[in-house]
């Protein structure tokens, strides 16, 4: 069985005292069991958020990653510094940096390829526009994506990784897939990674991203491809972002 993952994707949100109080919510009420739970804040407050949570089952992850390990890189922020820090994970790929910073297919796959040299677990995002959508061309968007990535690590490069679906039109919007809608593209997603290796279509987290709330996150975490929820919005309110891992808990079985 998978174990659901629920990440919270800070964004370019918080301050220090403001990440305590929220983190102090969250640790406070983190479920016992039956789910991962992750927050992502941004670059500069990874260390400190790091000291907030140890001794807790909280995993630490990153919004992004260089695709370069050290040198004159102005900006940049290594995986080996992540690493440093005490991040195990680090997303890649969002769609925001996806289209407002230029990230590229094969940007992407160079990041993961920085990622796991530094044994930091990419989460690689990937998901249609809505023009991409209302042309019919869904699924070929989420499988070159995917497919960048695959293509060039192989199967036992991928293993372990994370991937999450996030339809650009339901980030930040209000308006969610369809847990039907939702559920149809991590079918195919999983068909992917099943044609490539049987236990790497069994063994992969597919997470959905997109206006998951505490009132939509168990319907679409029922689905039998979603493994648990890339958040956004409602992780950066402690009560929100728990009820949204009671619902990821609830259905590890
Ligand atoms: P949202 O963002 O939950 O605010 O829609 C999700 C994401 O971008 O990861």
């Keep these: 069985m998978r174990l659901p993952l629920v990440a919270g994707n800070w964004k370019l949100n918080g301050s220090l ?55 004159a890189y102005t900006g940049e922020v290594s995986a080996a510094m992540l690493r440093d820090v005490g991040c195990t994970h680090t997303l890649i790929g969002h769609s925001e940096r996806r289209t407002l910073f230029g990230d590229t297919d094969d940007v992407v796959a160079a990041k993961f390829v920085a990622a796991r040299a530094a044994s930091v677990q990419p989460v690689v995002c990937i998901g249609e526009t809505l023009e991409e959508r209302q042309a019919g061309d869904t699924m070929a968007v989420v499988r070159r994506q995917l497919g ?46 099943a044609a490539a290796d049987a236990k790497l279509g ?6 959905y991203g997109g206006s998951v709330k505490g009132a939509n996150a168990a319907d679409l975490f029922s689905r039998q491809d979603i493994d648990g929820g890339l958040i956004g919005g409602a992780s950066l309110k402690a009560g929100e972002f728990l009820a949204i891992c009671e619902a990821a808990a609830g259905t590890d079985s």
């Design 17 to 71: 005292a403001a990440n305590r109080e929220l983190l102090q919510g969250v640790i406070a009420g983190l479920p016992a069991a039956g789910v991962e739970v992750m927050v992502c804040p941004p670059a500069v407050y990874l260390a400190p958020t790091a000291a907030e949570l140890a001794g807790t089952t909280l995993l630490l992850g990153a919004q992004d990653v260089s695709t370069q390990d050290q040198g």
């Design 148 to 193: 960048a990535v695959l293509n060039k690590v192989g199967v036992d490069g991928f293993a372990g990784a994370i991937v999450a679906y996030e339809p650009v039109w339901a980030i930040g919007t209000g308006q969610t897939a369809t847990p039907e809608q939702a559920q149809e593209v991590h079918a195919a997603i999983r068909a992917q990674l």
């Design 202 to 207: 069994d063994r992969t987290r597919i997470l």
